[in-house]
């Protein structure tokens, strides 16, 4: 199963080429994931209340086509896999049936204080639903 987040690119996004800016895909990738999370529940507000937050540790971008400006997106977000203090999301941009990027990346589990932490007992049912 996978979120699914539309946006269409702002002009400000773009590079002097006319096409999406590659900074800006990982704008749009972390959107999706937060967007993803809250719709499970899990909003950074709600995380920090329950004394965690999930951080980056590793990604892998891969770009295959431009995108550009107004062009209606889909960034797909799915959480591949919960360990014991990290989990692996897999993401996708799409334009209908073109793919434009990917990411795949690690995010650890940490306190509030960054310090590694296991996830709440609930994190991985309600992840699985994204």
Known sequence: MSHQFALRPRFYELDPYNHVNHT???QYF??????????????LDVMQRRGFQIVLIELTARFFEPAALHE????STTVAEIGRASSIW???IRRGDDRIATLDLRAAFTNLDGR???????????????
């Open 24 to 26: 800006s895909y990982l």
């Open 30 to 43: 972390e959107a999706a994931r937060v967007e993803a999370l809250a719709e499970v529940g899990l909003g």
């Open 72 to 75: 209606d997106l889909i960034v």
């Open 90 to 92: 897999s993401q996708e």
């Open 116 to 130: 590694p932490t296991r996830p709440p007992p609930d994190f991985a049912e309600l992840l699985g639903s994204i």
